[in-house]
């Protein structure tokens, strides 16, 4: 990747740690730990880890004796994962093909990164794969967007002002929301003991702004929408009438959200 390309991705995975995980993402880390059952001296994958939160919080809990890796496919999210833990090991590569061997890990852990895999099964295979026999896997993913309702605003308000591609942009996260579907996945993959828990969770954001031009500016054009600047200007002015139901005396944004974590267990 040019020098260029791999700075901004760099940009983009630091503004992800500063706004989204710290507002959004950050809260589900010990849940998805507590459901995948972590002990101390267990070796963890994290997989999908972006910046690495979910395998720093695991790493409070396996001590000196058990070891933890994240897997990302992008490099920028992995970078700013090892500026924040130099010493958790981080691999580059594709959760439907995992780069480690057969039987590394007592447990699997994910948290909001399964709907964006291309190939959803054959990611839980190798989820599978990797783990030893009567290994543990947690997976959340977010609830539909009806249970997500400040992101079902925002979803209407992109619709009205940008059309339909880029409502479906921000509706991309919300697509595994139906939980009997999501359970087959699991369970056509091979999973033992298929549970999900839907669990209530809450975000906060310093202010409409703020959030509303992160999912404009960093999160569309990931997904492949670019906005024109004077979409992007009619957007924002019009999301403080929208979200003004959310939106608290100081000025930040707080909304209850909605995720599902899913748990199995790999066949003997
Ligand atoms: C919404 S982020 C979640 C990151 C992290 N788990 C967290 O809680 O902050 C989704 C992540 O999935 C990664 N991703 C998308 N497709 C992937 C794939 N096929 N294999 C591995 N990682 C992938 C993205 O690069 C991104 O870092």
Redesign the pocket.
């Known amino acids: 990747m040019k020098d260029e390309a791999f700075q901004a991705q760099i940009a983009a995975a630091r503004a992800y740690e500063n706004l989204f995980?710290a507002g959004l993402?950050q809260e589900w880390a010990p849940r998805v730990i507590d459901f995948a059952q972590i002990q101390p001296g267990h070796r963890v994958l994290d997989?999908?880890?972006?910046?690495g939160?979910?395998a720093r919080e695991t790493v409070q809990r396996i001590g000196p004796t058990g070891f933890v890796a994240g897997?990302?496919?992008?490099p920028g999210?992995l970078a700013v994962a090892e500026q924040l833990a130099p010493t958790l090991e981080w691999r580059q590569g594709?959760?439907?093909s995992i780069p480690f061997p057969d039987q590394s890990f007592d447990r699997v852990v994910s948290?909001?990164?399964l709907m964006?895999?291309?190939d959803r099964h054959q990611a839980i295979r190798e989820m599978l794969r990797v783990l030893k026999p009567h290994g543990r896997l947690a997976v959340a993913v977010w609830d539909s967007l009806a249970n997500n309702p400040a992101y079902a605003c925002e979803v209407g308000l992109l619709e009205r002002v940008a059309g339909k591609s880029a409502a479906d942009a921000l509706r991309a996260p919300f697509v595994l929301g139906d939980r009997n579907p999501v359970v087959s996945l699991f369970e056509q993959a091979g999973t033992d003991s298929v549970t999900i828990m839907t669990q209530p969770g809450s975000a906060r954001f310093p202010s409409i702004r703020t959030m509303v031009e992160a999912d404009l500016r960093g999160w569309l054009p990931v997904m492949d929408v670019v906005l024109a600047e004077a979409q992007i200007q009619q957007i924002l002015s019009e999301a403080e009438a929208d979200l003004n139901p959310f939106i608290k005396v100081d000025r930040s944004i707080q909304f209850e959200t909605s995720a599902h974590i899913v748990t199995g267990v790999k066949p003997h």
């Open positions: 995980v993402f997989v999908g880890c972006g910046t939160i979910l897997l990302d496919l992008n999210m594709k959760a439907e948290q909001f990164s964006f895999f291309s």
